[in-house]
T-cell receptor
Framework: RKEVEQDPGPFNVPEGATVAFNCTYS??????FFWYRQDCRKEPKLLMS???SGNEDGRFTAQLNRASQYISLLIRDSKLSDSATYLC???????????FGAGTRLAVHP | EAQVTQNPRYLITVTGKKLTVTCSQN?????MSWYRQDPGLGLRQIYY???????DKGDVPEGYKVSRKEKRNFPLILESPSPNQTSLYFC????????????????FGEGSRLTVL
């Protein structure tokens, strides 16, 4: 079983739609959680951290459910520029490193 | 401009011909790491370095070597490349590594696409 699992997609949505991605992690001792964005053929970049109480950054909302060991990312009012792959990332204190999911691809169309 | 620079960006080589991918950062970061990215597998850590002269294996270190003689540089060496090392490679850095310094923000280079024939 992979340590961090994501639905690979692709999620094909029209502009203006709301879309949600989930990610599950296997290590219950995981301590910190993040979403990265990766454009096609480019390097990953930090999108946002995920806090226990949930957090928002503009159109993006991240939530954490420790009991069920999953993280979610909600994107409201999707834009064409949101088309990218979204990577779920977990910091595992036990392994002392960031562990990356394989990513969920989002395609927003006009 | 703060950045992580990798070279070469693209390389086609043949089995067994030693090669080095350079990585340099100008942010005075202590932590540096190499990843490879393959379809469906995500980013997998090859080697990392917590500071100068401190390196350690990641998840997939076989066939690779690294060194950290200076803070800014962290080259990845393939002594005898094989076709299964064909991949997209990323170097990354952060201010510090480990739990004490981990903010989750890794700064990545633009990637090096390597093909081994």
């Amino acid at each position: 079983r992979k340590e961090v699992e994501q639905d690979p997609g692709p999620f094909n949505v029209p502009e203006g739609a709301t879309v949600a991605f989930n990610c599950t992690y296997s290590n219950s001792a995981s301590q910190s959680f993040f979403w990265y964005r990766q454009d096609c053929r480019k390097e990953p970049k930090l999108l946002m951290s995920v806090y226990s109480s949930g957090n928002e950054d503009g159109r993006f909302t991240a939530q954490l459910n420790r009991a069920s060991q999953y993280i979610s990312l909600l994107i409201r009012d999707s834009k064409l520029s949101d088309s990218a792959t979204y990577l779920c990332v977990v910091f595992s204190g036990g392994y002392n490193k960031l562990i990356f999911g394989a990513g969920t691809r989002l395609a927003v169309h006009p | 401009e703060a950045q992580v620079t990798q070279n070469p960006r693209y390389l086609i080589t043949v089995t067994g011909k030693k090669l080095t991918v350079t990585c340099s950062q100008n942010m005075n970061h202590e932590y540096m790491s190499w990843y490879r990215q393959d379809p469906g597998l995500g980013l997998r850590q090859i080697y990392y370095s917590m500071n100068v002269e401190v390196t350690d294996k990641g998840d997939v270190p076989e066939g690779y070597k690294v060194s950290r003689k200076e803070k800014r540089n962290f080259p990845l060496i393939l002594e005898s490349p094989s076709p299964n090392q064909t991949s997209l490679y990323f170097c990354a850095s952060s201010l510090r590594g480990g739990l004490a310094g981990n903010t989750g923000e890794l700064f990545f280079g633009e990637g090096s696409r390597l093909t081994v024939l």
